[in-house]
C-alpha cells in the first residue's frame, strides 16, 4: 500500500541522547516535511524540502536536522534531545509544494 | 503575519445533524485552503481543499465555504456519523507557498 512509513511508532529517549526519525515514502512526491504536534500548539513546521538535495526551515527548526538525500527518505535528527522536543511527530509529503498533503502515522517520542 | 485560528475549540453534535465547524485566516493574499481530518492514533488526513478563486466547494457529504471579505473559512459535513468524531484543521499557505499554516483544530463529538 502506497504511503508513508515512519518508525519508530514510539520512543523513550533520555535527555542528550542523539536520535534519528525515519521517514519513507513511496508516492515519488517531490515534497517532505516534519512537523511536531503539541497539545494546544496544533501542528507546527519543524523542516521541510522542496525536492531531494534541498531542505528548508520551518516554524520550530532549532535543535533539529533534516537531510534529504534521495526523493523517497527524510530523516529528522535531534542531536542532543531535550524534555521540549517531548512531542508527537508527523512526517508528510506532497506532490508538489502547495498541494495537500499526505501524512504517516506519527511518532511519540518522550524525552526524559 | 499570518495565522490560521478556529473559533470553536470543541463541538458537539448530534449524530444525523449537520456540523459546522469554522475557520478564520489573516492573510488576504492567500490563494488555498484546505480542511485535515486527524482521528485520534492518527496523521492528519486530507478531506477537501478550495482555491481563492471559488466560494464554495462539494464533496460527498462535506462542503467548503470561503468568504474572502472577511477571511473565514467553513467546513460543513452533512448528517454527521460517529465516523466523523475527530480533530478538524483548516490549512493555508505559508512563507509564499513553501509550506501550509495549520490552526489549532476543533474536535466534532457525535453524540448517539
Known amino acids: 500500500i502506497a504511503g508513508i512509513t515512519q518508525a519508530p511508532t514510539s520512543q523513550i529517549l533520555a535527555a542528550g541522547r542523539r536520535m534519528t526519525l525515519r521517514c519513507t515514502q513511496d508516492m515519488r512526491h517531490n515534497a517532505m516535511y516534519w512537523y511536531r504536534q503539541d497539545l494546544g500548539l496544533g501542528l507546527r513546521l519543524i523542516h521541510y524540502s522542496n525536492t531531494a538535495g534541498t531542505t528548508g526551515k520551518g516554524e520550530v527548526p532549532d535543535g533539529y536536522s533534516v537531510s534529504r538525500a534521495n526523493t523517497d527518505d527524510f530523516p529528522l535528527t535531534l542531536a542532543s534531545a531535550v524534555p521540549s522536543q517531548t512531542s508527537v511527530y508527523f512526517c508528510?509529503?506532497?506532490?508538489?509544494?502547495?498541494?495537500?498533503?499526505?501524512f504517516g502515522q506519527g511518532t511519540r517520542l518522550t524525552v526524559v | 503575519g499570518e495565522s490560521v485560528g478556529l473559533h470553536l475549540p470543541t463541538l458537539s453534535v448530534q449524530e444525523g445533524d449537520n456540523s459546522i465547524i469554522n475557520c478564520a485566516y489573516s492573510n488576504s493574499a492567500s490563494d488555498y485552503f484546505i480542511w485535515y481530518k486527524q482521528e485520534s492514533g492518527k496523521g492528519p488526513q486530507f478531506i477537501i481543499d478550495?482555491?481563492?478563486?471559488?466560494d464554495k466547494r462539494q464533496g460527498q457529504r462535506v462542503t467548503v465555504l470561503l468568504n474572502k471579505t472577511v477571511k473565514h473559512l467553513s467546513l460543513q459535513i452533512a448528517a454527521t456519523q460517529p465516523g466523523d468524531s475527530a480533530v478538524y484543521f483548516c490549512a493555508e499557505p505559508y512563507n509564499y507557498g513553501q509550506n501550509f499554516v495549520f490552526g489549532p483544530g476543533t474536535r466534532l463529538s457525535v453524540l448517539p
Open positions: 508528510a509529503s506532497s506532490e508538489t509544494m502547495n498541494t495537500e498533503a499526505f
Open positions: 478550495i482555491r481563492s478563486n471559488m
